[in-house]
């Protein structure tokens, strides 16, 4: 093609010439002529080829495109039935633990439910079941199932409605109440191995309710909330006599306000009340002669909670570093009747007397979590609570006064391969347990498999 | 009494709100907010729940963000399952009804976009997969195009008060689009086949358009943190088959791009990804100037 273009121009230029006998000179200024002819072709020649070679590009880019575009357009994506099936995802959380045995209740405070015996060694602890999906374009339900061996317990079961508005949602069934900061968070959500010592001193683990909630959201700027539950009040500080009626058992009331502080911080402050009546709820005690008495408690149980939040993130972006500050306060009285009952036949204090029992305990607790490099978190956690005043009435005579505040550090430091699994290591240096402190190490895994749903705040 | 009469009148016209914009709009991700004001210009009162410097994938759905879903007339996010970590907690918790998904007040982009890489198999050994295929879409100003015309449907639907202007705002929108895309185009021609290591697949769609050939991954698997390990092994491929250049998003960590591009003497290449990623990506026609000339700058 060149060599052709070479030619073109030499003969050109022998053409243009006069047909005569050229001087020298002439032959070199014809040269000169020539070559710079030539270069400016070659230049031009140049220039077209590299147009021509972009327009051939983009011409090849409008093709790929048209033809990808067909492609993408031709596959719509796969559908089957089973795209109905709920979300379901299990959730193994097992450990091994380092700790002191036997029972060891919270020193000073009425025992909340099963969870005062620790278990030590390995540990499946418990399995989650979860299950959710749209019912319709109104409700939504979600299913929490814990599995253990020989119980199923069912942590949630409940529906929420989609399409109130004006703020308003509502959920009906077994769910954990809106009340503080870490109630609805599952064990599997918790930034420590263990539950903090307020939440096991007021509800064991966490409040559930059998029952109706409304929420209320605010339209304003600033994130407001209210919140108002009504429940059977089966469960701790409510018992199974108390929630044996018509109407309610136990309420509850929440309201929650939050916001963000430029780009990289952001909070959510709240307060809630919680009022449960319990009939006959039963709780053994250790006595003066450090028997077992078997104790039934009727009356009213009122606890008032706060909570602070507080997140923080570079830019606001919390993959690489971040941080989370957390610190709920709990006010609760409980005044009514206790009778106390010699369990163990012999060599038990009680008299088998009701007389008064009047409580005034508060409690909580501050952590940190930090996040100083992706997959890796540590934090620090500090349990408080205050043994306040208990007026057992007659019934003190066979009770040892305890003047005692429980107290517990933990520290531990969690690896996270990825969002759907963490290994935790956990220390403790636990003084819930009047004359008996405690270290203890927890080695914990958490592994979520299938689809794996938000969590809140 | 007049005096009074006077007084409340003021009174009722100070407390009226100012001509107020018709919808309130809450995007997602900055693109679309992008986006929705060049379709909405003063109709629209636009705010973006992500910045260019957050990981959409990583976002919480936290007291502010409820907050501003609660009012919102308009939601509009990526979809293909991007969202799925928080958006659906967005919306159950916010007690809005209109912008639930199936009602007109939520738009979801990449219905209207071509999406590839859509998975055949789906595992989690696999890293985190989008099921749906890529929900990076909007680095395709092909898929900005078709996503406009959707979003001005709605915008329409929704204001039918205003549905002409929707409309011919889109119009002027498409023709300045078009001409843009035909100069991004005909600049980014000669980066056709530059070979390329980009931290994840968010970058796909521009790697797709301007065709691109990405030879790694700074991310093991998609969603994963990259490891020393990784990193060294994808060294060892540039050595066999070099790249001109480590690209990231303005959101993800540098320390992976600097430590392969400074062994492999490439450069390393920060994109803005999105609106407000860099000083230049102004707007949606700025995010792509600037990311061309990047690109361009980076191989020359
Ligand atoms: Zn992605």
């Known amino acids: 093609m060149f060599h052709r273009l070479l030619l073109a121009a030499g003969l050109a230029i022998v053409l243009a010439s006069p047909a005569r006998a050229a001087s020298p000179d002439e032959i070199s200024a014809l040269r000169a002529e020539f070559d710079r002819k030539f270069q400016s072709l070659q230049a031009d020649y140049e220039a077209r080829l590299k147009v021509l070679e972009s327009r051939v590009q983009t011409a090849e880019i409008k093709a790929d495109n048209a033809q990808q575009d067909a492609a993408a357009n031709a596959s719509p994506p796969p559908v089957s039935s089973n795209a109905f099936n709920p979300d379901i995802s299990l959730i193994l959380q097992g450990a091994y633990i380092d700790r002191a045995g036997g029972e060891r209740p919270i020193t000073g405070f009425m025992p909340a439910g099963e969870h005062a015996h620790g278990e030590r060694g390995f540990t499946l602890d418990h399995t989650e079941v979860v299950a959710s999906a749209n019912v319709d374009p109104y409700s939504r339900a979600f299913v929490n199932l814990a599995l253990a061996d020989e119980e199923v317990e069912v942590e949630e079961a409940w529906f929420q409605s989609l399409r109130l508005g004006h703020g308003l949602t509502v959920k009906g069934g077994r769910f954990r109440s809106g009340i503080g900061y870490q109630n609805e968070k599952h064990p599997h959500a918790w930034d420590f191995a263990d539950n903090n010592l307020m939440y096991s001193a007021l509800f064991g683990e966490a409040l559930k309710q059998d029952g109706v909630q409304v929420r209320w959201l605010a339209p304003t700027e600033l994130f407001l909330e209210l919140g108002a539950e009504v429940a059977k009040g089966q469960f701790f500080p409510g018992s199974d006599g108390g929630a044996d009626k018509n109407g309610a058992g136990a309420w509850a009331a929440f309201a929650h306000v939050g916001g963000d502080v430029g780009i990289a911080h952001s909070w959510r402050a709240g307060v809630s009340y919680l009022r449960a009546s319990p009939r006959e709820r039963e709780a053994f005690l250790d006595d003066i002669n450090d028997f077992e008495a078997l104790t039934a408690f009727s009356g009213r149980s009122s606890a008032w909670l706060a909570d602070f939040v507080w997140k923080w993130a570079p830019d606001g972006n919390p993959r690489q570093r971040n941080f989370i500050f957390a610190a709920e306060y709990f006010d609760r009285d409980e005044d009514g009747d206790l009778l106390c009952q010699d369990d163990s036949a012999a060599g038990g204090a009680c008299l088998g007397l009701t007389d008064r029992y009047d409580s005034a305990q508060s409690g909580g607790y501050v952590q940190a979590i930090y996040q100083f490099m992706p997959r890796w978190r540590t934090g620090l956690r500090y349990d408080r609570l205050d043994g306040g005043s208990v007026d057992l009435g007659a019934n003190g005579a066979f009770f040892d006064s305890a003047d005692f505040d429980p107290s517990r550090w933990s520290l531990m430091t969690d690896y996270s391969p990825s969002e759907f699994s963490r290994f935790r290591l956990q220390f403790a240096r636990d003084k819930s347990f009047q004359d008996d402190p405690d270290n203890q190490v927890i080695l914990q895994y958490i592994m979520s498999i299938g689809a794996h749903g938000a969590h809140k705040f | ?300």
Not at chain 2, 162 to 167: E, W
Not at chain 2, 205 to 211: A, F, H, K, M, Q
Not at chain 2, 232 to 260: C, G, I, N, Q
Not at chain 2, 288 to 297: K, P
């Open chain 2, 1 to 300: 009494m007049k005096h009074l009469i006077a007084m409340s009148l003021i009174l009722l016209g100070l407390a009226a709100p100012a001509a107020r914009a018709a919808l309130n709009v809450l995007s997602c991700e900055p693109e679309w907010a992008a986006l929705a004001q060049e379709l909405g210009g003063d109709l629209v009162e636009v705010s973006s729940a992500t910045t260019a410097l957050q990981d959409p994938h990583h976002i919480e759905a936290r007291p502010s963000l409820l907050a501003r879903a609660r009012r919102a007339d308009l939601l509009i996010c990526t979809g293909a399952e991007l969202e799925t970590g928080w958006l659906p907690l967005l919306q159950r918790e916010a007690g809005n009804a209109r912008i639930q998904p199936g009602q007109p007040g939520y738009f979801e982009a990449a219905r209207f976009a071509r999406i590839i890489e859509r998975p055949t198999a789906l595992n989690r050994a696999q890293g985190d997969v989008h099921a749906a295929g890529n929900p990076h879409l909007h680095l395709d100003p092909r898929n900005i195009a078709r996503v406009a015309d959707g979003m001005a449907k709605r915008l329409a639907d929704l204001d039918p008060a205003n549905g002409a202007r929707y409309a011919q705002r889109n119009a002027d929108f498409q023709g300045h689009w078009a001409a843009a895309m035909a100069r991004w185009e005909q600049q980014g021609a000669r980066l056709r086949g530059a070979p390329v290591v980009v931290h994840h697949r968010n970058l796909s769609y521009l790697v797709d358009w301007l065709g691109l050939a990405v030879i790694g991954e700074l991310e093991p698997k998609p969603g994963m943190e990259p490891t020393a390990g990784h990193l060294a092994e994808l060294l060892e491929t540039l050595k066999a088959t070099p790249a001109r250049m480590v690209l990231r998003a303005a959101y993800e960590s540098p320390k992976a791009s600097a430590w392969l591009a400074s062994r492999a003497n490439i450069p390393a290449m920060e994109l803005p990804y999105t609106v407000g990623g860099s000083p230049g990506a102004k707007d949606l026609l700025g995010l792509f100037d600037d990311t061309l000339n990047r690109l361009l700058q980076a191989a020359p």
